[in-house]
């Protein structure tokens, strides 16, 4: 059975306290449900405190980025090892709001897979393209050329330890989610792409998730598709109680579908 993986990304909100409480309401509301994979990215301020909170859960730990190094004179930045020190396990590489506001490249974005891997965080790479892109009808080149270079040199057992998130920007924070039939068809193409540089098997295991004004009330359609495994969740992550309906009808869909 498909266990799904759902991933919020609380991007620039949240004090400790109010992050605290979002992490309360999300641990009260999912109660002992354990066939989800759930993983929570607060901002670097509530990282500690949220890692003690999630001692006593299933729920996981992520960051919302990294720098490939793991020192150094690089002001405002945060290595993997400082990630390491909080107990993240995850960490969200290549969000398109790095890309776009902080000019982050494919050959960039590509080190910090690298330096993700080698201290065991589990990188979680994001892909997609922008509107005017899919107006010019080349969002599958894009997001090849984002696969391939972004992947460039990853090995297969490397890459066992990844989760891609097919995030067409159109869709970031818009309340434009795209279509169940747009998300499938690319993340089926991107199902091929890892089916082509790493077999078959390696293509299976990785879970692909889709982002992009995912809500409680289209995220049962979306995982209902083959090659949606999971969502990375923005704006309704910040709701205790979106989050947690999100959660809860991703799963009864998977039950549903089993029994239908
Ligand atoms: C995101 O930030 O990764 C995201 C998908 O945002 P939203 O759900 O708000 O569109």
């Given at each position: 059975m498909k266990k799904p993986f759902i991933a919020g990304n609380w991007k620039m909100f949240k004090t400790i306290d109010e992050a605290k409480n979002l992490v309360q309401t999300i641990k009260a509301?999912?109660?002992?449900?354990?066939?989800?994979?759930?993983?929570?990215?607060?901002?670097?301020?509530?990282l500690c405190e949220i890692s003690k909170l999630l001692q006593d859960s299933h729920l996981e730990l992520g960051a919302q980025n990294m720098h490939p190094e793991t020192e150094g004179a690089f002001t405002g930045e945060i290595s993997p090892l400082m990630l390491k020190d909080v107990k993240c396990r995850y960490v969200i590489l290549g969000h398109s709001e790095r890309r776009q506001y902080f000019g982050e490249s494919n050959a960039?974005?590509?080190e910090k897979i690298k330096t993700a891997l080698k201290y065991s965080l589990i990188p979680i790479?994001?892909?997609?393209?922008?509107?005017?892109q899919r107006e010019a009808r080349t969002q599958f080149?894009?997001?090849?050329?984002q696969m391939d270079e972004s992947l460039k040199d990853i090995s297969k057992d490397e890459m066992m330890r990844t989760v891609i998130a097919y995030e067409p920007v159109w869709a970031i924070g818009t309340g434009q989610t795209a279509t169940p039939e747009q998300a499938e068809q690319m993340q089926s193409y991107i199902r091929?792409?890892?089916?082509?540089?790493?077999?078959?098997?390696?293509?299976?295991?990785?879970p692909i998730l889709y982002g992009g004004s995912v809500k409680p009330d289209?995220?049962?359609l979306l995982i209902q598709k083959p090659n949606i495994d999971g969502a990375l969740v923005g704006g309704a992550s910040l709701k205790g109680e979106n989050?947690?309906?999100?959660?809860?009808?991703?799963?009864s869909q998977i039950e549903a579908g089993l029994q239908s």
């Open positions: 509301g999912i109660g002992k449900l354990h066939d989800c994979q759930i993983v929570i990215c607060p901002p670097y301020t509530a960039f974005i590509n790479i994001c892909v997609g393209e922008t509107l005017a080149e894009i997001v090849k050329q091929r792409l890892l089916n082509e540089m790493y077999g078959k098997e390696v293509a299976g295991r990785i289209n995220i049962a989050f947690v309906q999100i959660i809860m009808n991703a799963q």
